[in-house]
């Protein structure tokens, strides 16, 4: 026989009475709040191309590198995740590590866009963006960091361009797009996709993050924003709950033509490990990459799971490659108290030792 459940009222009324002081207070702090900023590091515009701009960051003291990192993003989503505030950051920590740090904001795509390919954003604005680095520099090659979709087009560039690229970080990237375990690739297998983009033309920014919020629907859409209450009497953390939020919603729309490919290739061809992929008339064939590779990967990361990076490792042809593992999810290799500890020195001592 089941046990009654038995409420204590007093106890009841006091946690009623606290939850509406909380939200009195939050409601004040609020109103009183202005929109939270990020990308707070300073930067100067060293290159601009149609919507996309090429940043130069700008630290405390005169970087020590001798080669400079080109940070490559997702078109999902903005690259300012790498660079949210100033405790956490990225790129700030990586300049305060001495790296030279260089960054592609790709921009916001419209009707303009929509027949931008694969192609155009690799070997044209991308290729671009090296060759500037390149440049500034007098180097023949630079570093590269590319981060989840971009660690990808960071892969299929350096197979392209080896004679561009000295070494290669990925994060929380995905090779093998069709691990078991990968929801996100169950669904954009089953996609009609020639139907969808013929249909949207771009694909929009909020149809984007509403596939991305379901795949996580009750932690995303629920109780990330009931626990909200227990911080709303915390003007710092209400804040920076607020810039996370501003960050997620603050999205591009995907070209339509590159989205079309990019599904195709890659989540329902799975080319990078199946073979036959072929961006601007050249094959891609990740074994001829020899160059040294560090890849970063999360273990609790449900957009690009453990196994999907992984991959990685067992179809480069280098024999100088490195994994790290980081125990946190897709965002917080980015931003939790952890990754700037671990994440940027780990980056600059594998870079140190091949500079």
């Known amino acids: 026989m089941d046990t009654p459940l038995h409420l204590d009222p007093i106890r009841l009324m006091q946690e009623i009475g606290s939850f509406q002081r909380k939200l009195a207070t939050g409601m004040n702090q609020l109103r009183g709040m202005r929109e939270p900023g990020y990308a707070n590091t300073p930067r100067e515009l060293v290159y601009s191309e149609d919507k996309l701009k090429l940043w130069h960051m700008q630290g405390d003291r005169a970087p020590t590198a001798k080669t400079p990192t080109l940070i490559v993003y997702a078109l999902v989503n903005t690259v300012w995740m790498t660079d949210l505030q100033p405790d956490r950051s990225l790129v700030r920590n990586l300049l305060a590590q001495g790296e030279d740090v260089y960054l592609i904001d790709w921009g916001y795509p419209d009707g303009a866009d929509r027949w931008l390919t694969l192609d155009d954003y690799l070997n044209g ?13 007098g180097l023949d090659a630079i570093n590269l960091l590319g981060i989840c979709q971009g660690g990808v087009f960071s892969l299929c560039y350096s197979a392209m361009h080896p004679e561009k690229v000295k070494n290669l970080i990925t994060m929380v990237t995905p090779v093998d797009l069709q691990t078991p ?11 009609d996709v020639d139907l969808f983009v013929d249909t949207l033309g771009n694909v929009p920014a909020g149809l984007m993050n509403w596939v991305y919020l379901t795949l996580k629907p009750l932690r995303l859409n629920q109780q990330k924003y009931l626990g909200v209450v227990d911080i709303l009497d915390n003007p710092v953390e209400l804040e920076n709950f607020l810039r996370m ?14 989205f079309r490919q ?18 601007g008339g050249r094959k891609i064939d990740l074994r001829e990459l020899e160059l040294p590779i560090l890849n970063i990967y999360a273990e609790q990361d449900h957009l690009v799971p453990p196994d999907a990076s992984r991959a990685l490792g067992r179809r480069v042809g280098s024999t100088d490659y490195t994994e790290l593992a ?20 780990a980056i600059h001592q594998w870079l140190r030792a091949r500079d």
């Open 245 to 258: 939020e501003r960050w997620i919603f603050d999205s591009p729309d995907q070209a339509g033509e590159a």
């Open 181 to 191: 375990d990968n929801m996100l690739s169950h669904w954009c297998r089953e996609l």
């Open 125 to 137: 604005y991308l290729d671009r963006c090296v060759d500037t680095v390149r440049e500034r520099h």
């Open 326 to 345: 980081f125990k946190g999810g897709h965002i917080g290799i980015y931003v939790s108290g952890r990754a700037q500890r671990d994440v940027p020195p």
């Open 262 to 279: 990019f599904i195709k290739d890659f989540y329902q061809g799975n080319k990078l490990v199946k073979g036959g992929l072929v961006i």
